[in-house]
Each structure stands twice: as C-alpha cells, then as structure tokens.
C-alpha cells in the first residue's frame, strides 16, 4: 500500500506520522512546496522508526508527484491555515487554487487513488478536488466530522469524567459553525447522554464544539494538527484496511437528506472503495432546520468558487 500526504505543514506531517507510527502502509510520500521540507519531516518520521519499532517507510519531495505516482490514498492537506480573527471561509482564494493545482499533480500521477481532502474551507475545498478530479463522488471526501465529534466526546469525557474511549457520537452538516450535532445519536456506552448529563451543560458543550477550532486558533496563532492529522490517518486506515467503519464524511449529496449538489458531513462506511455507502438518518423537525441552514451557509461559499471559476 502507498499513501501520498501533500502539504508537510502541521497537519501533513502530523497525518504522516500516525500513518508510520501505525504501519497504515508500508510507503508514505509527503510532498510540499516547499523546497527540502517535506524531504526533512519525512527522514524524521523515518528516523523516529527504530525507536517507536514501525517499518513504514517515509520519503518526502518538492513537488516531485512522479515520486507519489499509484498511490492508493492521497491525503490533501496544502494550503493555509486560519489566524486569530479569521473564518474558514476566508481561505477560499488562496486555498482553491493551491487545492485544485495539486488535485491536477495528484489525478495525473493516481488515477486511482482515492482522494482524502483536509484543507480549508474544507466543504467547499472537496468540492473543488471532486470537480478537478473527475472521480466518483464515493472516491473524493472531506475529513472534519471525525475531528469535530473528536472535540464534543473529549469534551464531554472530561465534564463526566470518564474515559473518551466509551463515547459514541455522530454530527452532520458542514465543517464550520453550523455543523449539525446529533445529542440522541451519543450515547456512553450504549447509555443515551442525555441520562448523564443535564441539558444546559450539555448544550454548553455542544455550542463550545461548534467553536471549538476556533478555540484553538485564538490560543495558538494558528490551527490545530494533532487531532486533524490523526482523524485524516483514521480514514486512510478504514479504507487501506477495508474496514467498513462509519464516520462522518463530508461528500456530495446527490438527494440523501432531501439535498442535492453539496458537499456536507454524514455518516457513511468507509472501505475499500471510499465511501462505501451514505447512510440516512431520520432527522426530526428542529434537526432537519438545522441541516438546512448548514446547507445554506455551505452553499453560499460554493457559490463563492463558482464565481472564482
Ligand atoms: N478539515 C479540518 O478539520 C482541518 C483541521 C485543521 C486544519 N485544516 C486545514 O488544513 C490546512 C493545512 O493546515 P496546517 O496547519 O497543516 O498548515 P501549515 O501551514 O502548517 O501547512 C500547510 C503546508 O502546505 C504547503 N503548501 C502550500 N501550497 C502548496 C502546494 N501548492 N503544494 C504542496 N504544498 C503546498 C505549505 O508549504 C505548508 O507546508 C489548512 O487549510 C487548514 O485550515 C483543516
């Protein structure tokens, strides 16, 4: 198996990483723009072998695709990240002509990969990777559901104080302050939330959730890698390993939910072919108004690129 991470940045690097770290495959290409970066994290993350015990091997490349050519996965990660006082949205100029160049390098040299999208506006970003790359929707998607549902169950395991690890949770919608969390789809092992947690708290939590990048933009001076770059090697490992796993995914919707021709975060299984299939929840009225205004606020940034041609 062959896994290509463009953009060595933060996130890429941190992707790569995890890739190695859990012998996802057993070549991991990291490109960037840069010149020499991605050839220094890669020998690091190769150098890091003998002593976290994983043979993966890791090599890295200024914007060298031939070196990335048949890749299984591609993970897009290049382009900038948000600073304090910035929307995702905002990225949108730079970041689609960064995504929609490499989308180009990628499809050239792996016809069949399968594309993993993390760059930002991310909804918007994998409607860009889809369009450049001509695939099948099911073989193109954005990572940021994992990610948020990572921030509410942390967030949560923490008001509770119990173990991450026993809490199940499922959001919609698109990567951004009107994602769509689900509180009757979380449960504590198998113990709906709501039976734990009084409704204020958790609504705290819910809304903490919906800012929680930016949370960590205004600490930080930039966006957060660690739980982006895990949640990114996630998807690569259910599908390297066919694990027909269920995730929030962002893909196209073409009529799941009542909506067509945008890209928004919904559970799917993820295996061998990508998104392997979309499931449907039924989603109540204030649920439903929710999803809408997600939809909206999604739509309003594609247009955005429509425009930018
Ligand atoms: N989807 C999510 O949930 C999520 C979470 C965190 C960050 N992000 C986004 O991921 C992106 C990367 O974030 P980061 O923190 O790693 O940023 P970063 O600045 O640390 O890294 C980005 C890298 O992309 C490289 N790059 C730029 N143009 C390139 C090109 N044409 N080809 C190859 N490489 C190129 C840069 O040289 C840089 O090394 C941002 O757009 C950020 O907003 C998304």
Excluded at 96 to 117: D, F, L, M
Excluded at 176 to 203: C, S
Excluded at 253 to 265: A, P, S, V
Aim: glycine share 8%; aromatic share 4%.
């Amino acid at each position: 198996m062959k896994i290509t991470v463009v953009g060595a940045g933060n996130v890429g690097a941190t992707c790569a990483d995890v890739l190695a770290y859990r012998e996802v495959a057993n070549e991991i290409v990291l490109v960037d723009i840069k010149e020499g970066f991605a050839e220094g994290k890669a020998l690091d993350i190769w150098q890091k072998a003998p002593i976290d015990l994983y043979d993966s091997r890791t090599i890295g490349t200024t914007n060298d695709y031939s070196k990335s050519a048949n890749s299984d996965v591609v993970v897009i990660t290049s382009g900038l990240p948000r600073k304090p006082g910035m929307s995702r949205d905002d990225l949108i100029n730079t970041n689609a002509g960064i995504v929609k160049s490499v989308t180009e390098n990628v499809v050239k040299y792996s016809p069949n990969a399968i594309i993993i999208v993390v760059s930002n506006p991310l909804d918007v970003m994998t409607y860009q990777a889809h369009l450049t790359s001509k695939m099948p929707r099911t073989r193109v998607m954005g990572m940021a559901g994992i990610l948020d549902t990572a921030r509410y169950r942390a967030f949560l395991a923490e008001a509770l104080n119990i173990s991450p690890k026993d809490i199940q949770a499922m959001l919609l919608g698109g990567h951004g302050d009107t994602m769509v969390p689900l509180p009757r789809y979380t449960t504590v092992a198998g113990i709906p939330v709501t039976e734990l947690i009084d409704k204020d708290k958790l609504n705290a939590i819910l809304e903490r959730t919906k800012v929680g990048g930016g949370e960590l933009v205004k600490l930080m001076g930039t966006s957060a890698w660690y739980a982006p770059g895990s949640a990114a090697a996630q998807m690569v490992e259910a599908i390297v390993k066919d694990q027909r796993r269920i995730f929030p995914v962002c893909i196209k919707l073409e009529g799941e939910y009542g909506i067509n021709d945008c890209y928004l975060g919904v559970p799917v299984v993820l295996g061998k072919n990508g998104v392997e299939k979309v499931i449907e929840l039924d989603l109540n009225a204030d649920e439903k108004v929710l999803m809408e205004a997600s939809r909206k606020a999604v739509r309003e940034v594609m247009d955005v690129l429509d425009k930018l041609g």
